[in-house]
């Protein structure tokens, strides 16, 4: 089956975050669905020289995203929008992303991530992705999982996988297509 192999990236690289158990019940969704997850953490040591534009850690994440058949981006909400680390990020590879589905998973305050996911979508549109218009959003997560990544409240819970088995069918659809059209046509720009 194509369309499996999705990179989950996590936006935050902050002491603490909530993003390691959101991204933990994402990672165990996608599995559910059928889908072989992969996590990519820019707080992993070979990861963080991104940051500085280190040549070497960019070689490292091109060779993580490289074949993904598409992308799951798990963010926190800073300042109405993406966290920086994960704009320098998404900027420091190009073709990876190229014809490639992207959804997007916040979290955060009363807003639940909403403002930094639609702040990505004008970003990942210029890299010529297809993002998934199907979204999850947690508002005050650390009231909702519990530190293994799980939602301790069953209503929340049903609510969440009712809404990730529409994500995952939308992932699924755009991962496919996107997939046969790439094999029967490569996708590049002239320019590059």
């Known amino acids: 089956m194509s369309g499996n192999r999705i990179v989950v990236i996590l936006g935050s ?11 933990s019940w994402v ?7 059928g889908f072989a997850p992969e996590i990519l953490d820019p707080a992993d040591p070979e990861l963080l020289p991104v940051q500085i534009g280190d040549p070497q850690a960019i070689d490292r994440l091109r060779q993580r995203m490289e074949g993904a058949d598409g992308f799951v ?9 993406e966290p920086g680390h994960l704009k320098t990020l998404i900027d420091s590879v190009t073709a990876e992303w190229w014809a490639r589905p992207v959804g997007l998973i916040g979290y955060g305050g009363i807003s639940g991530g909403l403002r930094a996911i639609e702040a990505l979508r004008v970003i990942l549109a210029e890299l010529h992705t297809v993002t998934i218009r199907d979204t999850l959003s947690f508002a005050s997560p650390w009231r909702r999982f519990d530190e293994d990544g799980r939602i301790t409240d069953p209503d929340d819970a049903a609510a969440a996988e009712g809404a990730m088995a529409v994500f995952a069918h939308r992932l699924r659809w755009w991962t496919e297509a996107l997939a046969d059209a790439r094999r029967a046509r490569p996708y590049d720009r002239e320019d590059e």
Do not use: S
């Open 13 to 23: 690289i902050r002491d603490g975050r909530m993003n390691d158990r959101v991204a």
């Open 27 to 33: 990672a165990a969704q996608l599995a559910a669905h």
């Open 73 to 81: 981006i798990v963010t926190p909400e800073y300042n109405h929008a």
